[in-house]
T-cell receptor, first 114, second 113 residues
Framework: AQSVTQLDSQVPVFEEAPVELRCNYS??????LFWYVQYPNQGLQLLLK??????LVESINGFEAEFNKSQTSFHLRKPSVHISDTAEYFC????????????FGTGTRLTIIP | EAQVTQNPRYLITVTGKKLTVTCSQN?????MSWYRQDPGLGLRQIYY???????DKGDVPEGYKVSRKEKRNFPLILESPSPNQTSLYFC????????????FGSGTRLTVV
């Protein structure tokens, strides 16, 4: 079975500074990887996903994530954060066969300091 | 607008009183799922459905029931709620195929006293 580890439960960052949110997964077969964002008092929204091909994927609001198969990682990065990026971020993994269950990490709360 | 609609948004109930949380999607998605979100535990899948009349247990199904009589609706039923079911619940749907991302509802915050 697949699993996801987000080691950092909280990450405080100054506005306009870079940030990296770490995600490691465990699976013996090929996976699809996702990052979801949850703004305060809202449901989750898909931020970006890796399916195949280029290992670097980007979102429309400046975030990017890089799939690293050898390190089984899918870290999320942004070169310069904004107050509006304050949210909780969830990494998730699924297999491309079987019940296609999406397994989430425990989340990382990103707090932007003005 | 494409969306997943959950009702109610907030619910306080007493132990043992049956309740239903409704979920409806307007995107003709085959796959629907219920998750609960608890601090420090992330989201855990309760039940999922791959299509009409096809449902299966997720990671934490105890104390919950679901049904999928129509493609658009996927209600979550708590026959006899207990305080440990106090949580934030999310319904989500997507097209068939693990490469598709989920669309989530806005959540239902349930408190069982």
């Amino acid at each position: 079975a697949q699993s996801v580890t987000q080691l950092d439960s909280q990450v405080p960052v100054f506005e306009e500074a870079p940030v990296e949110l770490r995600c490691n997964y465990s699976s013996s077969v090929s996976v699809y990887l996702f990052w979801y964002v949850q703004y305060p008092n809202q449901g989750l929204q898909l931020l970006l996903k890796y399916l195949s091909g280029s290992t670097l994927v980007e979102s429309i609001n400046g975030f990017e994530a890089e799939f690293n198969k050898s390190q089984t990682s899918f870290h999320l990065r942004k070169p310069s954060v904004h107050i509006s990026d304050t949210a909780e971020y969830f990494c998730a993994v699924t297999l491309d066969f079987g019940n296609e269950k999406l397994t989430f990490g425990t989340g990382t709360r990103l707090t932007i300091i003005p | 607008e494409a969306q997943v609609t959950q009702n109610p948004r907030y619910l306080i109930t007493v132990t043992g009183k049956k309740l239903t949380v409704t979920c409806s999607q307007n995107m003709n998605h085959e796959y629907m799922s219920w998750y609960r979100q608890d601090p420090g535990l992330g989201l855990r899948q309760i039940y999922y459905s791959m299509n009409v009349e096809v449902t299966d247990k997720g990671d934490v199904p105890e104390g919950y029931k679901v049904s999928r009589k129509e493609k658009r609706n996927f209600p979550l039923i708590l026959e006899s709620p207990s305080p440990n079911q106090t949580s934030l619940y999310f319904c989500a749907s997507r097209r068939q195929g693990a490469n598709y991302g989920y669309t989530f509802g806005s959540g239902t915050r349930l408190t069982v006293v």
